[in-house]
């Protein structure tokens, strides 16, 4: 398994010199007091916790796995300690309010930490990751009850949260569920059903598990609209916090998996377990969006971690691995051979792995941004901000994690035969990566939400504030030394808005066609997003070169990376667009009696 270090460099770039964090946190009320030291002090303090306690315990954890019996469920060796260091530091805390324990910090730091623990140990960071969910879904729709019953202990770390959404006859079709929600004398419900795919269901790292579930009450529509939303706890929850007796709901198995081996992904039995509504009936759905886009931006994370963990190792192993000599003469004439990283095609797959993380890591820091500026921006700022995360977390979850997928792959490649033996952990990083890319909603569901919900259903609106974004950013910047960068960023983003009205038109004349373009129309917008990241990025290396302020070896290599995005990367674009506008007949028009062996 690669060694893994925290790019704190890369980090502080997007944070302090890209995004600006300073000028933003100081504009927003209540985050005045995360200046760039205090945030900075806060991640080096998680890169070593990454670094020194969870990166040791990936590999394994991933050999050991969880164990699964009648009393519940044990995690792998060391996982436990370190969850209780992990509370001790105060870091479940860190972006939750203040009212409830809280160090009220924005959310983006909370993106950061999660990005290094999850790069360090994706398997472990499961465990905590979805508690974030579960706590922003109580902070935005519970009721004061139950933000005093919960929200403390959850907060702290003391408890986790799960998300119980799906069930075995479901899917992505949560309209299907069977779960059902009776209603109690004393204002409880009960709960019966099984839920399956539940990440944390169940484990030994905290005193309770606090799980939110959907449910239909006896009375509800089919459908949707007839899901509502409740809060059942492993063990039930007396009025002062304190844990009472043990709730009906059990973990039946745990799932034998591909990868994150060391998280437990569990079935969960409610027999008539004590559950709570949250919010309104009929509204479950509604509410756990709250809940699915946290998590959908967590899983963002993933597809970056495992693309800058693949990287790590690659490169390392590409300085030093030793096999034939450079097209262009010796390049280590001493040695047997030269070092494989000499080689074009290594260069190919290693800048892509690099293009990838750096890039995705600019565009998820800045959709954690957004989040923030919805949460203590003014009203106006509050829904421009709202607007564009609605049209970038499809693009983040899905482009990110498809992208991250591929640079995991990259690693095996560049170890080659010893890629695929366990021991190097290449081959663990592609078994864990490959689940990112189905749940929180596959890249299809995550597709059709883009260009179905996003783009054609907001005629065009959603789009068009960020393309308006992109124009702004091109004319501040529209000048000789960034001309390489600019002009072709212009060039694509006006592609993106003709091609989203030509799907648009064909749409509306045959629904098949907003589903048939759907994934090649999201690669492709993920490519021009990460363009303007790069292109961003570029501009201010390249300033940072002419004003000879700082690390000039740092800044080129980020001009490089940007050069090799945009020439090698983002003409992918093409096939994309020569997919997408290729119709829906390709795809339909064979009978299904055809698709036979």
Known sequence: MPTYKAPLRDIQFIMNEVLDTEALYQSLPGYEEATPDLMNAIIEEGAKFAENVLAPLNQSGDEEGCTWSE??????????????QYVENGWPALSAEAEFGGQDMPNMLGIVINELAGTANWSWLMYPGLSHGCIKTLEEHGSPEQKAQYLPNLVSGA????????????GSDLGLLRTKAEPQADGSYSITGTKIFISAGEHDMSDNIVHIVIARLPDAPEGTKGISLFVVPKFNVNEDGSIGERNAVHCASIEKKMGIKASSTCVMNFDGAKGYLIGEHGRGLNMMFTFMNTARIGTAIQGLAHAELAYQGSLEYAKERLAMRSLSGPKNPDGPADPIIVHPDVR?????????????????????????????GDEERAKEADDLMALLTPIGKAFVTETGYEAANHGVQIFGGHGFIRE???????????????????????ALDLLGRKVLGSGGKLLMGFTELMDEFIKANDGETSAEFIKPLGKYKDEWLTMSLEVGGKAMENPEEAGAAAVDYLMYSGYVVLAYFWAKMAIVAQEKIDAGDGDTAFYEAKLHTARFYFERLLPRTASHKEALLSGADNLMAMPEAMFAF
């Not at 190919?348 to 203590?376: F, N, P």
């Open 159 to 170: 408890w986790t949260g799960t998300m119980c959404l799906t069930e075995s006859h479901c």
């Open 71 to 84: 009393d519940g469920v044990k995690t792998p060796e060391g996982f436990a300690d370190a969850y209780k």
């Open 348 to 376: 190919r797959m290693l800048l892509t792995q690099k293009a990838i993380a750096e890039g995705s890591r600019a565009m998820l820091y800045y959709l954690a941004q957004l989040g923030d500026v919805v949460d203590r």
């Open 424 to 446: 190097w952990g290449m081959e663990q990083i592609v078994r864990d990566a490959r689940i990112a890319m189905l749940y929180e909603g596959t890249t299809g569901i995550q």
